[in-house]
Every structure is written in structure tokens, then in C-alpha cells.
Nanobody, 128 residues
Framework: QVQLVESGGGSVQAGGSLRLSCTAS????????LGWFRQAPGKEREAVAG????????YYADSVKGRFTISQDNAKNTVYLQMNSLEPADTAMYYC?????????????????????WGQGTQVTVSS
């Protein structure tokens, strides 16, 4: 199974920025899409942003469009999530995920496949 290691979470004030990183141990068919989910206490897990590692197509939740940018460095097997104009509503545990398709990020009704891998999570806290 692919190992995913995240870094970059922390605490910022509203309007601030953070960058999350996620490095995959290897790129395989099960890492065709890499991205981020988040889950706040008492809320369902939400797909935030995903990127097709071969083609570079990106997918964003409506709530983060225009504020968050996902990018990748294939030479390092790493994806980044640049988060700008952070809001208290962005406070959550952020999880890196890899899957064989980008469906979980492209469609709000899609779920991750049995091939999906998950990171350990990194906390993002935005204060008002």
C-alpha cells in the first residue's frame, strides 16, 4: 500500500495562508489522483482538492475555489495545497489521499475506491 506523509498544518488567523505537503512513497496506478479531504468535528468528511498526477487536471470544492491551489512535483512524488484567505470555516483535520481515479474530488457523490490510501492527517486551525 502507498504510504502518504503530510506536513504543513498549523494555526493562523483569518486571512492568513498555509501550505500543506503530501509525499507519496511511490507513484502507482493507485496514485493516479492525489488530493486532500478535510473533516471538522461533528461534520462529514469533505473532498477539498485533487489533482490528476499524469495530466495535471485539478478539482476543487466550491467552498475553496479561488482561495486554494493544488499543485504537484512529480519528481518528488509530492503534491501541495496552497491555502490563502483562510477562514474559520476552513478549520479541520486535513487528510491527504491517493486513489486510482479523481472521481472522489470531481463528483460530490463519489466515494473513494478500495484502492485508496490515506495519510495520518494534519490539523489546520483558523482563528477569527
Amino acid at each position: 500500500q502507498v504510504q502518504l506523509v503530510e506536513s504543513g498544518g498549523g494555526s493562523v488567523q483569518a486571512g492568513g495562508s498555509l501550505r500543506l505537503s503530501c509525499t507519496a512513497s511511490v507513484y502507482t496506478l493507485s496514485t493516479s489522483c492525489l488530493g486532500w479531504f478535510r473533516q471538522a468535528p461533528g461534520k462529514e468528511r469533505e473532498a477539498v482538492a485533487g489533482i490528476f498526477t499524469s495530466g495535471g487536471d485539478t478539482y476543487y470544492a466550491d467552498s475553496v475555489k479561488g482561495r486554494f491551489t493544488i499543485s504537484q512535483d512529480n519528481a518528488k512524488n509530492t503534491v501541495y495545497l496552497q491555502m490563502n484567505s483562510l477562514e474559520p470555516a476552513d478549520t479541520a483535520m486535513y487528510y491527504c489521499a491517493a486513489d486510482a481515479t479523481c472521481a472522489p474530488w470531481a463528483s460530490p457523490d463519489a466515494v473513494t475506491s478500495p484502492l485508496a490510501s490515506w495519510g495520518q492527517g494534519t490539523q489546520v486551525t483558523v482563528s477569527s
